[in-house]
T-cell receptor, first 116, second 111 residues
Framework: NAGVTQTPKFQVLKTGQSMTLQCAQD?????MSWYRQDPGMGLRLIHY???????DQGEVPNGYNVSRSTTEDFPLRLLSAAPSQTSVYFC?????????FGYGYTFGSGTRLTVV | LAKTTQPISMDSYEGQEVNITCSHN???????ITWYQQFPSQGPRFIIQ???TKVTNEVASLFIPADRKSSTLSLPRVSLSDTAVYYC????????????FGSGTRLLVRP
């Protein structure tokens, strides 16, 4: 099925460890982004990309790195995990320039990360 | 980016129509209005998008007055499964990569 796939669904890390959250989409969307959602809060934009080779920072980029080598994949790297990064992470994708009206973003099902 | 203001929470009963209003006083000429729905432990899901007047799809209707400083999401005859958080977002179609989510409106539908 077409959509946004995130792996893993759950992860526990120790403080200081690094890891990569994977995100892949098969809809040929130019735009991809990462959000984090803390309990009872809205989503906050971490990083985004408007196409392969292009990335930029969102609202809360510190402690995270991204790269976009292909249209399909947009991994999020935690460099040195901290308890403050305990959250649910969502990846999203959409069309950009000449965006198709009425489609919006497609979100993945999320990765629930706990840093102890 | 236009800032949006929504009620924090709303209560309703099954079978009622629910209207959630979003205020966006500084909306720009090129901005569109988009609503998302989020269930617990799931990513947000696109509901409806509009620019002016009224838009309707199989899920909801979106009413936008002429001055576009507010919009109302209308959910007809809600059921328990409509209990969710609803987000109103405003942004340009060609720069929506900076789409910022607020806290949303928590809708609770009671039996």
């Amino acid at each position: 099925n077409a959509g946004v796939t995130q792996t893993p669904k759950f992860q526990v890390l120790k403080t200081g460890q690094s890891m990569t959250l994977q995100c892949a989409q098969d809809m040929n969307h130019e735009y991809m982004s990462w959000y984090r959602q803390d309990p009872g809060m809205g989503l906050r934009l971490i990083h985004y990309s408007v196409g392969a080779g292009i990335t930029d920072q969102g609202e809360v980029p510190n402690g995270y790195n991204v790269s976009r080598s292909t249209t399909e994949d947009f991994p999020l790297r935690l460099l040195s995990a901290a308890p403050s990064q305990t959250s649910v992470y969502f990846c999203a994708s959409s069309y950009t320039q000449g965006q198709r009206f009425g489609y919006g973003y497609t979100f993945g099902s999320g990765t629930r990360l706990t840093v102890v | 980016l236009a800032k949006t203001t929504q009620p924090i929470s709303m209560d309703s009963y099954e079978g009622q129509e629910v209207n959630i209003t979003c205020s966006h006083n500084n909306i720009a000429t090129n901005d569109y209005i988009t609503w998302y729905q989020q269930f617990p432990s799931q990513g947000p899901r696109f509901i409806i998008q509009g620019y002016k007047t009224k838009v309707t799809n199989e899920v909801a209707s979106l009413f936008i007055p002429a001055d576009r400083k507010s919009s109302t999401l209308s959910l007809p005859r809600v059921s328990l499964s409509d209990t969710a958080v609803y987000y109103c977002l405003v942004g340009r179609m060609d720069s929506s990569y900076k789409l910022i989510f607020g806290s949303g409106t928590r809708l609770l539908v009671r039996p």
